[in-house]
């Protein structure tokens, strides 16, 4: 199936929250081209030239809000998602479409961004056109909680080769090949809740 790609700028001066959220991102089926930028200015020069959709940007390297507010506005098209390391002030907070916790387990800021990406997502309703059928959500549901092949057999009474029917159909059906894919792509659509990962 061909995957539109979507352009995500990290605006963060952290290599290591840089490294772990583009782990996240990629993880999610590897739908995101990510390009990281040391200071709002500079991924504001880049919007044009990389037709970026999404902004995941530090809150602290606002400093002047009128001015982000103004830039935000000229990208209207862009989703704006802010990493909260702490509150910050109420003013900031409010001119991002989501933010995301630093605290936030990679199944909540997957689910995050793949919510706002979903909109930009021009493959999107192809995807929704080819829904699962009722054993392959069976299927699902059991390769999202971290079952093998042999154990969804088992669990769900069927051959491991029905299984493995199925996992094919589901991949070809969304496009995502990868066990964590498969679990965001699960908690984006309510195949399964968020709250099944909490510990």
């Given at each position: 199936?061909?995957?539109?790609?979507?352009?995500?700028?990290?605006?963060?001066?952290?290599?290591?929250?840089?490294?772990?959220?583009?782990?996240?991102?990629?993880?999610?089926?590897g739908h995101n081209r990510i390009f990281?930028?040391?200071?709002?200015?500079?991924?504001?020069?880049?919007?044009?030239?990389?037709?970026?959709?999404?902004?995941?940007?530090?809150?602290?390297?606002?400093?002047?809000?009128?001015?982000?507010?103004?830039?935000?506005?000229?990208?209207?098209?862009?989703?704006?998602?802010?990493?909260?390391?702490?509150?910050?002030?109420?003013?900031?907070?409010?001119?991002?479409?989501?933010?995301?916790?630093?605290?936030?387990?990679?199944?909540?800021?997957?689910?995050?961004?793949?919510?706002?990406?979903?909109?930009?997502?021009?493959?999107?309703?192809?995807?929704?056109?080819?829904?699962?059928?009722?054993?392959?959500?069976?299927?699902?549901?059991?390769?999202?909680?971290?079952?093998?092949?042999?154990?969804?057999?088992?669990?769900?009474?069927?051959?491991?080769?029905?299984?493995?029917?199925?996992?094919?159909?589901?991949?070809?059906?969304?496009?995502?090949?990868?066990?964590?894919?498969?679990?965001?792509?699960?908690?984006?659509?309510?195949?399964?809740?968020?709250e099944n990962f909490n510990s």
């Amino acid at each position: 199936m061909n995957k539109c790609r979507i352009n995500i700028a990290l605006v963060e001066p952290s290599h290591i929250i840089c490294e772990g959220l583009t782990n996240i991102l990629q993880k999610t089926g590897g739908h995101n081209r990510i390009f990281r930028f040391d200071s709002l200015a500079e991924m504001i020069a880049s919007i044009p030239a990389h037709q970026i959709k999404l902004a995941i940007i530090n809150p602290a390297l606002i400093k002047n809000i009128p001015d982000f507010i103004q830039k935000r506005n000229d990208a209207q098209l862009m989703g704006w998602v802010g990493i909260l390391y702490s509150l910050p002030e109420r003013e900031v907070w409010g001119q991002f479409d989501a933010t995301i916790q630093i605290t936030d387990s990679p199944l909540q800021i997957a689910d995050t961004i793949h919510q706002l990406l979903a909109a930009n997502c021009h493959c999107a309703n192809h995807q929704q056109s080819e829904s699962l059928t009722a054993r392959e959500v069976d299927v699902l549901q059991q390769i999202a909680t971290g079952l093998c092949n042999k154990e969804i057999a088992e669990k769900l009474n069927i051959s491991v080769h029905t299984v493995v029917s199925h996992r094919k159909n589901i991949i070809n059906k969304t496009g995502i090949k990868s066990q964590a894919g498969l679990t965001i792509y699960a908690i984006s659509k309510k195949i399964i809740s968020l709250e099944n990962f909490n510990s």
